[in-house]
């Protein structure tokens, strides 16, 4: 198989990897996400029986493609907007509800105490079961 052909395979979502039971796009887009990617690679290469070279060369191919990494910050502003538009806001990091919504007067009053680098200035929400602000 070509880089290219292996790409494909790849980019198809009908590609599932029976021992996770995940796409194995999912998977390498997971590995990616997280900057491993020799273990991507290893990935690629283990799945598809190809030599490094080319698992390699599949790799970039899907990189060029699917661009720049998203950061774990990212990730879990878009998986608490996925959770809030489906049952109402969660707490992204421990998935509590029991959740406060930053009012813009506290968001001012933490500005005034601790400068315009206050870390809830941007957040909108203070978790009360493990005390994050997202
Ligand atoms: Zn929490």
Same mark, same amino acid.
């Given at each position: 198989?070509?880089?290219?052909?292996?790409?494909?395979? *790849?980019?198809? @979502?009908?590609? *599932?990897?029976?021992?996770?039971?995940? %796409?194995?796009?999912?998977?390498?887009?997971?590995?990616?996400?997280?900057?491993?990617?020799?273990?991507?690679?290893?990935?690629?290469?283990?799945?598809?029986?190809?030599?490094?070279?080319? $698992?390699?060369?599949? @790799?970039?191919? @899907?990189?060029?493609?699917?661009?720049?990494? *998203? %950061? $774990?910050?990212? *990730?879990? !502003?878009? %998986?608490?907007?996925? !959770?809030?538009?489906?049952?109402? =806001?969660?707490? =992204?990091?421990?998935? %509590?509800?029991?959740?406060?919504?930053?009012?813009? !007067?506290?968001?001012? $009053?933490?500005?005034? !105490?601790?400068?315009?680098?206050?870390?809830?200035?941007?957040?909108?929400?203070?978790?009360?079961?493990?005390?994050?602000? @997202?």
């Amino acid at each position: 198989m070509t880089a290219e052909e292996i790409y494909n395979k *790849i980019n198809s @979502f009908h590609t *599932i990897n029976t021992e996770t039971n995940k %796409s194995v796009f999912g998977e390498i887009a997971d590995l990616y996400d997280k900057h491993k990617e020799d273990e991507a690679v290893a990935h690629i290469q283990n799945y598809f029986k190809c030599d490094e070279n080319t $698992a390699k060369e599949a @790799f970039a191919i @899907f990189k060029k493609k699917v661009g720049p990494p *998203i %950061s $774990a910050e990212q *990730i879990a !502003l878009a %998986s608490a907007e996925a !959770l809030a538009m489906q049952y109402g =806001p969660h707490c =992204p990091y421990c998935n %509590s509800t029991n959740l406060h919504r930053i009012t813009t !007067l506290e968001k001012a $009053a933490d500005t005034v !105490l601790f400068g315009v680098y206050g870390n809830t200035r941007r957040c909108q929400w203070h978790c009360y079961n493990c005390n994050s602000d @997202f």
